[in-house]
């Protein structure tokens, strides 16, 4: 099992930054992805941005520019810096890790989100 745990998260004014932690409760060298996803009320879940274990990053299309993804495996932790906030960037922010198991394949453990609000 993977436990994750999110932290960060708040209210900012449009233009300003946030940074998101996820502190996973095994060594992230070990697992495959970890990343965040977003959801927004009335709205699909969707991802932001990813990293893998040789530390590949993938961004969604809106945040590409603004945000960055990054890991300190030594602190088994994975973060989301947040730059030039827009209102829509509005909604709850969910880390999540990738494991892969030799006996049973891959699986996905979540975090319990944290609110990210931006004010215009």
């Known amino acids: 099992q993977v436990q994750l745990v999110e932290s960060g998260g708040g209210l900012v004014q449009a233009g300003g930054s946030l940074r998101l932690s996820c502190a996973a409760s095994?060594?992230?060298?070990?697992?495959?992805?970890m990343g965040w996803y977003r959801q927004a009320p009335g709205k699909q879940r969707e991802l932001v941005a990813a990293?893998?274990?040789?530390?590949?990053?993938n961004y969604a299309d809106s945040v590409k520019g603004r945000v960055t993804i990054s890991r300190d495996n030594a602190k088994n932790t994975v973060y989301l810096q947040m730059n030039s906030l827009k209102p829509e960037d509005t909604a709850v922010y969910y880390c999540?890790?990738?494991?892969?198991?030799?006996?049973?394949?891959?699986?996905?453990?979540w975090g319990q989100g944290t609110q990210v609000t931006v004010s215009s």
């Open positions: 999540y890790a990738e494991r892969y198991y030799s006996s049973s394949g891959t699986k996905l453990f």
């Open positions: 095994v060594g992230i060298f070990s697992i495959k992805t």
């Open positions: 990293i893998s274990s040789g530390g590949s990053t």
